[in-house]
């Protein structure tokens, strides 16, 4: 026996109150002389003994009754196979269905969500009037269908079969503790979990044992069969996260076969827009991730969106990954400084000798490329023009995206309020800065752009390298592991103490920490402070030690390493990029995109999806597909609806222009590994019955096997029968007592008798 409510238990403490009334009457019993008492003697002889075992069979009764009363509102029931506890008990039961995006893969016997819904369908045929049903989607996140248990068992029928396999991944743990949650909620006798799945390994990785918080009976479900082959896209990874027009660049697309089986000639087709452009074939080993890689050139500045596809298997879902890459055009540059021809060519070392001026570089930009004629090129994507620091002061600015100030000795207020205006439009600034700037002129800009404070003079003997930086960086993703730490890295003899500014933050160190690169971005321009001179310094003290003319002369060697180059280079494009906003962001289905739009601070984006997995649904209205998302009062776009993968457009309106920019979703690669976590296993972290159920042998529910294990019956109802008719007993037994100490009974002395 086993009860629902077992707290009402404590009502049987009350069974003991009619005995203590009975003690307490028994000491208020007093005795008093009588004369004769010899014909009392005799009535009490003969009648004492029946007397005394009818208010002892009273006080049971009362006891007893109000002993049942309790047991009845604790609501007891039997579960011991037992031919009154063979009724068929009311049952709560919750389905936890497993839709992660693996349960669409296709088995020799259908899809193993299709068959999921069926078995699911047929525990719910097993039910009766005044059961209770919950259905569950489990995917990385619980999705309730229906939060609370409903006798509605045709709705949640009608749910389960509306129901769809989504693009997520698995996680078994929130939605099994969320199970136990509306479980816990039942009254009822049977209470039953059931988690219907492939068992995929993934999904368990981040789950501990559970704890069956509802004491309900869990059962597992497997739906896969046998072995499962599948190959997937991994993951792309573009060769830098800088690309220009006309500059040729990788792609390395990562590949896994998750087989014990070899693959071979599987083929991955390379889509720009909508438009195939590359083919490459590949076989694979058993379990085994290869890297291929594909060159392709774009000819046109921008967002530019595609996807990559691999040959069909039995799970389509994960062999097609979706990318947007940002690629820079054309990026004028004005060198500011008095020795800056070198500057001029490392920029473009293609660059004629003979300066263009502003007009003809406008005129340039100005015309639209052709078919026939291209005029951007490699060789002029940036674009570099030169001034000295005085005519800087009233350099029209308008026609360029980039200021480089290279070794400028002095920071005039004139030249700062131009830097200003500048960095207001959204566009950046490079400075190169050394020993021999003044650093009171600086030091007046630290508050309005400059990225740090300069301090005093630093000599490194021997010198310093750059020893830590983000490798992630844009600017250093180019370069090795070993980066700056090689023997061929630049040497640097001296530098500025720097202390970055609040709102900076420090992408690469030398070797004692004093840093190199700062980088500061306050939603309108970049500001990138490099800590290094570039050209000779005339220093009357030279510490660097005689006998070392270039350290005396030179802050570094860094302007003739063949380290510069491409540092410069990467630097412009990197600010290029901020300039215009680009958006490289790539999440998987239901990661949070999140972007920043100052100029549009407290209005609205509107977000599209323009192109998915799913051709169906993307040939319908359209009207699902698309969101109004606020930007927040801090310029901050967070848009949580990535529940597809796909290329989606994000459309933002300011006063003056409308932005558009594109971002990847795609799924998560970890689930198209379908390797099965052992059942015995999963039941153990469950706290689930061990190995497969009898019941669900095949695709088909055996309602018989299920409500055999219903058997129970509460018993409350017959307490309460019998409690009633206890008292019935117990009042007619009461009231004959009482007549019979009235005089009304035949064992009462005669009227007049002594």
């Not at 070392?349 to 007009?359: A, C, G, I, M, T």
């Not at 103490?497 to 030398?510: M, N, Q």
């Not at 599209?608 to 799913?614: A, N, P």
Request: aromatic share 8%; net charge negative; proline share 5%.
């Amino acid at each position: 026996m086993a009860f629902l409510n077992p707290l009402f238990l404590f009502g049987l403490l009350a069974a003991g109150i009619p005995l203590i009334i009975h003690l307490w009457n028994r000491r208020r019993v007093v005795t008093i002389d009588f004369s004769s008492l010899m014909f009392l003697m005799a009535a009490h002889r003969e009648n004492a003994r029946r007397f005394q075992l009818r208010h002892l069979l009273i006080l049971l009764l009362r006891m007893a009754i109000l002993a049942l009363i309790a047991l009845a509102l604790a609501r007891p029931f039997l579960t011991l196979g037992l031919p009154v506890a063979s009724v068929r008990a009311k049952t709560d039961v919750v389905i936890v269905l497993d839709n992660s995006y693996s349960m669409a893969y296709q088995d020799v016997d259908g899809i193993r969500f299709d068959k999921g819904k069926v078995l699911a369908t047929d525990i719910l045929g097993t039910l009766r009037h005044g059961d209770s049903a919950a259905l569950i989607l489990m995917s990385d996140v619980p999705n309730p269908i229906f939060r609370q248990l409903t006798p509605d068992i045709g709705s949640v029928v009608a749910a389960i079969n509306d129901a769809e396999v989504s693009y997520r991944a698995t996680n078994v743990q929130p939605s099994v503790e969320l199970a136990h949650e509306i479980l816990a909620e039942s009254e009822q006798l049977n209470r039953e979990l059931y988690l219907i799945s492939d068992f995929s390994r993934n999904g368990w990785e981040n789950s501990d044992r559970l704890l069956n918080r509802s004491g309900a009976r869990v059962s597992l479900i497997p739906v896969a069969k046998g072995e499962s082959h599948n190959t997937n896209i991994e993951e792309i990874h573009p060769s830098n996260q800088l690309i220009g027009v006309y500059l040729p660049f990788q792609l390395r697309v990562t590949t896994a076969n998750h087989s014990v089986a070899p693959l071979a000639r599987r083929i991955i087709t390379l889509f720009i827009g909508s438009e195939k452009q590359k083919t490459v074939s590949f076989s694979a080993a058993a379990n085994e991730s290869l890297n291929t890689s594909l060159t392709y050139n774009f000819s046109t500045p921008g967002t530019h969106t595609g996807y990559f596809t691999l040959t069909s298997d039995r799970l389509n879902v994960d062999n097609r990954r979706y990318f947007a890459l940002d690629v820079i055009g054309a990026v004028r540059v004005l060198c500011v400084g008095e020795q800056t021809e070198y500057l001029a060519l490392a920029l473009n070392p293609h660059k004629d000798s003979r300066q263009p001026s502003v007009n003809q570089q406008r005129d340039f930009l100005n015309t639209p490329p052709t078919a026939d004629s291209r005029l951007l090129t490699a060789d002029t994507m940036i674009l570099p023009t030169q001034c000295t620091p005085n005519q800087f002061e009233s350099f029209p600015l308008e026609d360029y995206d980039v200021i480089i100030l290279a070794d400028v000795p002095q920071m005039t207020r004139q030249a700062d309020a131009q830097l200003q205006a500048f960095l207001r439009q959204g566009k950046s600034v490079i400075a190169f800065v050394g020993s021999g700037s003044e650093v009171a002129s600086y030091n007046r800009l630290s508050n309005f752009w400059m990225p740090a404070e300069f301090g005093s003079t630093l000599r490194w003997t021997p010198p310093q390298q750059v020893r830590t930086y983000q490798e992630t960086h844009p600017i250093f993703d180019i370069f090795r592991s070993e980066g700056f730490s090689t023997q061929y890295a630049p040497q640097f003899y001296s530098g500025v103490v720097l202390r970055p500014t609040p709102e900076s933050k420090v992408i690469a160190r030398f070797g004692d920490d004093t840093p190199f690169l700062i980088e500061r971005s306050d939603g309108t321009g970049t500001v990138l402070l490099y800590n290094c001179g570039l050209f000779a310094q005339q220093n009357s003290n030279s510490d660097a030690g005689a006998g070392s003319p270039t350290a005396g002369t030179y802050a570094n060697d860094l302007l003739v390493n063949p380290y510069f180059l491409p540092v410069l280079q990467q630097s412009v494009l990197y600010t290029a990029a901020a300039n215009n906003n680009l958006v490289t962001w790539g999440g998987h289905v239901g990661d949070t995109y999140t972007a920043r739009y100052p100029r549009s601070a407290g209005g609205k984006a509107t977000i599209e999806l323009k192109s998915d997995t799913d051709t169906v649904k993307n040939d319908d209205s359209g009207a699902d597909n698309i969101s109004v998302v606020p930007i927040a009062e801090d310029g901050t776009l967070q848009f949580r609806g990535t529940e597809r993968p796909g290329i989606y457009q994000v459309e933002v309106r300011t006063q003056d222009r409308r932005q558009r920019d594109f971002f990847a979703v795609n799924v998560d690669a970890r689930e198209a590994d379908l390797v099965q976590i052992p059942l015995q296993q999963a039941a153990a972290r469950v706290d689930a019955q061990a190995g497969t159920d009898a019941a669900t042998e095949g695709t088909t529910i055996a309602a018989d096997a299920y409500n055999m294990k219903r058997h129970g019956r509460e018993i409350w109802g017959e307490l309460l029968l019998l409690t009633v008719c206890l008292m019935l007993f117990e009042s007619y037994l009461s009231n004959r007592g009482t007549h019979s100490v009235m005089g009304t009974g035949e064992n009462t002395l005669p009227a007049g008798e002594v």
